[in-house]
């Protein structure tokens, strides 16, 4: 018999069964749960609900039965639909009619919003710890390759010289962006929705700070409808899962296209690469090919989110419950996608030697040398004219901006002197952009301490995103 069927003079039917049931999945919420209905027994005890006899015996009954599920000897059925009846049932089986009395002054819906907070705001930490991580990689290569020049694009057609360092730090500090989106949803999850009770709160004296301190929250919610009817803090823990995914997929086709003998400007390990089974040549970078296939599927956990909760009336409403598996989903792709990722940049081989000649092609030096005239005197949008005619010139005679006579020079402008060979060469390029945020070495060194202090201030101080270790 359910314990909600105090009403009915049926049973449910199977098939209602099979689709009401989410113990199938929210099962991994029993941690919480249990932590959960242990706080709220002793606050129930303390303000006076229930003796301290069926306090004691329910919290003796709730920490053997979490021990008993961590070592596998709990069965979990769909005859108690989810991992709150299913605990209760087990507790009531237990200790008898003291665990009759844990459900008091409480609802599924104050629960379930308590669990989900609570497994969210652990997970969190785990996810940062991860980012940061693939941080660390990304300085270390970076420091490694400061000098190495390659062609920056705009729409994929080259355009400027850089480093390979700072295109490097550029993902770094996207990197680092979600790491602060992670720690914000952190944060602003941290109210505790239990006391809510099914959506109007409840006529016990309970103490819903008491609660709300012993479970790690910052307060109460101050509303108790809104306790229980909104996920907005799963949408936000989806928006920036979703926002990480997408820069890993953009660094993902980069390193597609950087594999492929058409740039070939890196090489992956054998460990991070694939073969096929007809063509014995390939060498495939599945690993980024299933990075950048993952986004697509951790967007649709958000956008499935998002069109069920769009026209839900307050409070609680059945359609929530499918609030949990894209949750669960998204998190284990996050967190299946980040570490064979950081590994797979941690043990690429770097061909410098690719990446400079497709720099020496495609006169990405061209605003250098419209630069140059400028600072010679000549209005820039002249400058940028003059160097227009002169890529022409070099594009029907072979030639690169760099291999002109000073004689050719000078028929475009008499400005040009030997000085400009220097000027225009692809490592004075990258070393005299000294812009802030530039790749000259002075700006990708400063890049990378102030990421590197970034991750250090994380590794070592309580935060939002400190990995929970008691979980």
């Not at 967190?335 to 770097?350: D, G, I, N, S, W």
Request: with cysteine; aromatic share 8%.
């Amino acid at each position: 018999m359910k314990l909600w069927s105090g009403r009915f003079e049926k049973e449910t039917d199977n098939l209602v069964d099979a689709l009401n049931a989410s113990i199938g999945f929210d099962q991994r919420l029993y941690r919480e749960d249990i932590t959960g209905s242990m706080a709220h027994a002793r606050m129930l005890g303390a303000c006076g609900i229930i003796s301290p006899e069926d306090t004691d015996a329910i919290l003796e009954g709730l920490q053997a039965i979490l021990q008993d599920v961590e070592a596998g000897k709990v069965q979990f059925t769909t005859d108690h639909e989810d991992i709150h009846m299913n605990v209760e049932a087990l507790l009531t089986a237990r200790i008898g009619e003291a665990g009759k009395r844990l459900h008091t002054a409480r609802s599924r819906n104050d629960q379930v919003a308590l669990d989900l907070r609570m497994y969210i705001r652990a997970r969190i930490p785990k996810i940062v710890d991860l980012l940061l991580g693939l941080e660390e990689v990304l300085c270390g290569q970076a420091k490694e390759y400061q000098t190495a020049v390659m062609p920056g694009y705009t729409h994929l057609q080259r355009a400027q010289p850089i480093s390979f360092a700072q295109h490097l730090l550029a993902y770094a500090s996207m990197f680092s962006r979600d790491v602060t989106r992670l720690e914000d949803c952190a944060a602003r999850l941290n109210e505790c929705p239990l006391g809510s009770g099914a959506l109007a709160g409840t006529t016990y004296p309970i103490d819903r700070w008491q609660t709300a301190r012993e479970l790690g929250f910052d307060a109460p919610m101050s509303n108790s409808l809104d306790g229980v009817s909104d996920r907005d803090y799963v949408l936000e823990l989806l928006s920036a899962l979703s926002i990480l995914m997408m820069h890993l997929s953009r660094f993902s086709e980069e390193i597609i296209l950087w594999c492929s003998w058409e740039f070939k400007f890196i090489e992956l390990d054998d460990a991070y690469a694939t073969g096929s089974s007809i063509m014995p040549q390939k060498k495939n970078p599945d690993v980024a090919e299933l990075v950048r296939g993952k986004t697509g599927r951790v967007y649709g956990d958000l956008v499935s989110l998002l069109t069920t909760m769009k026209g839900l009336p307050l409070a609680y409403n059945k359609d929530m419950q499918e609030d949990k598996e894209p949750v669960f989903d998204a998190i284990d792709t996050v967190e299946m996608c980040l570490p064979v990722f950081a590994a797979m940049l941690k043990t690429m081989t770097v061909c410098t030697g690719n990446m400079r000649r497709a720099a020496g092609k495609g006169f990405i030096n061209a605003t250098d040398c419209a630069d140059y005239l400028t600072k010679k005197g000549m209005p820039f949008r002249d400058a940028y004219a003059v160097t227009g005619r002169l890529v022409a010139h070099c594009t029907a005679q072979g030639k690169t901006l760099e291999e002109l006579s000073l004689e050719e020079l000078a028929a475009f402008s008499r400005l040009f002197g030997e000085d400009f060979y220097e000027a225009v060469s692809l490592e004075s390029c990258m070393a005299l952009r000294v812009s802030y945020g530039g790749p000259a070495v002075s700006e990708t060194t400063r890049q990378l301490e102030a990421i590197e202090a970034f991750v250090s201030a994380r590794r070592g101080q309580d935060h939002p995103g400190k990995p929970n270790t008691d979980q």
